[in-house]
Antibody, heavy 116, light 113 residues
């Protein structure tokens, strides 16, 4: 059974940092590009970042470029998102997603709340 | 960035009726080298993550009921649900992966009349 389990969310103050993790199981992790997608309260999904299967190519939404860093550990089947300089606009459920195409599969998400 | 625009924003239909959701992209999603449209449809129910319904614009994901179908090419796409069931109440999103940044439509909320 395919599983993506996110962790690391929480309540932080503006300017602080968080590191999200996503554990993958039930499929060959090394085969797939992986993504982080967020969804603010009552809003649609917004793509945040992706990383290729080898981990040597990444891309980011303009809104997070320079603040967020995506990475993966293929030996541990783990995906990460380091989030720095968080602002209230980053408040959302963050989903770990496999592929975002023909093999798309979403985790249950982890909630990040940025508030003073 | 490719802008994805769905219509309508919300839709109410009766049980057993047909529901149609449209999605328009600001540029073509048809990749000429493989003749595939880089367009995906998702269904999201309250408190759940989006679930893959349709990929390559018209290929139904395994396990998705055959009352769900996708059509269209280039810039104009449609998700059709024939014979609406109560469990189809959800928000539906289209998404392009033709180019980065990947972008989503604003969503269409489907309710039962």
């Amino acid at each position: 059974e395919v599983q993506l389990v996110e962790s690391g969310g929480g309540l932080v103050q503006p300017g602080e940092s968080l590191r999200l993790s996503c554990g993958a199981s039930g499929f060959r992790f090394t085969k797939y590009w992986m993504h982080w997608v967020r969804q603010g309260p009552g809003k649609g999904p917004l793509w945040v970042s992706h990383i290729n299967s080898d981990g040597n190519m990444t891309d980011y939404a303009d809104s997070v470029k320079g603040r967020f860093t995506i990475s993966r550990d293929n030996a541990k089947n783990m995906l990460y998102l380091q989030m720095n300089s968080l602002g209230v606009e980053d408040t959302a459920v963050y989903y770990c997603v496999r592929d975002l195409a023909a093999s798309a599969f979403w985790g249950q998400g982890t909630t990040v709340t940025v508030s003073s | 960035d490719i802008v994805m625009t769905q219509s309508p924003d919300s839709l109410a239909a009766s049980l057993g009726e047909r529901a149609t959701i449209n999605c328009k992209s600001s540029q073509s999603l048809l990749y000429s080298s493989n003749n595939k449209n880089y367009l995906t449809w998702y269904q999201q129910k309250p408190g759940q993550p989006p679930k893959l319904l349709i990929y390559w614009a018209s290929t139904r994901e395994s396990g998705v009921p055959d009352r769900f179908s996708g059509s269209g090419s280039g810039t104009d796409f449609t998700l059709t649900i024939t014979s609406l069931q109560a469990e189809d109440v959800a928000v539906y999103y289209c998404q392009q992966h033709y180019t980065s940044p990947i972008t989503f439509g604003q969503g269409t909320r489907l309710e039962i009349k």
